[in-house]
């Protein structure tokens, strides 16, 4: 998963295999608040995202597992194109696994919501 931050950051979706044809990616819980269902509406979505963004950074800080789900604490650092406002935040992405392929990916602002949704809120 650790790569797959990596490549995101760039823009490159390449990593297919990781993730299941169907994947639903869900960014409900993210400003944008918006949803699709497949590879190319999660590479489409995402891109939309990142070409609001001059330099877009997502740093894995720790990962929690709970059976099917995978939580990773993230810091993001970000600056606007055009406007060069910068940005940071702790945010969260929750991975479904089933039959060891990502079926759904969940970006998530508040953390702590991440947590519960996963199973894993103290």
């Given at each position: 998963m650790r790569g797959v931050y990596e490549c995101w950051a760039r823009g490159d979706f390449s990593q297919?295999?990781?993730?299941?044809?169907?994947?639903e990616f869900d960014m409900t819980e993210w400003p944008e608040g918006s949803r699709t269902r497949g590879l190319e509406g999660m590479r489409r979505m995402w891109l939309g995202v990142l070409s609001a963004w001059e330099e877009f950074r997502?740093?894995?800080?720790?990962?929690?597992?709970?059976?099917?789900h995978v939580v990773v604490l993230t810091h993001v650092r970000a600056r606007g194109q055009g406007?060069?406002?910068e940005i940071e935040a702790d945010t969260a992405t929750m991975?479904?696994?089933e039959d060891?392929?990502?079926?759904?990916l969940g970006l998530y602002w508040d953390t702590a919501k991440a947590l519960e949704d996963a199973g894993l809120a103290p």
């Open positions: 297919g295999d990781v993730f299941d044809r169907e994947i997502a740093e894995p800080r720790e990962y929690l597992a709970d059976g099917e406007s060069g406002l991975w479904t696994l060891g392929r990502v079926i759904r």
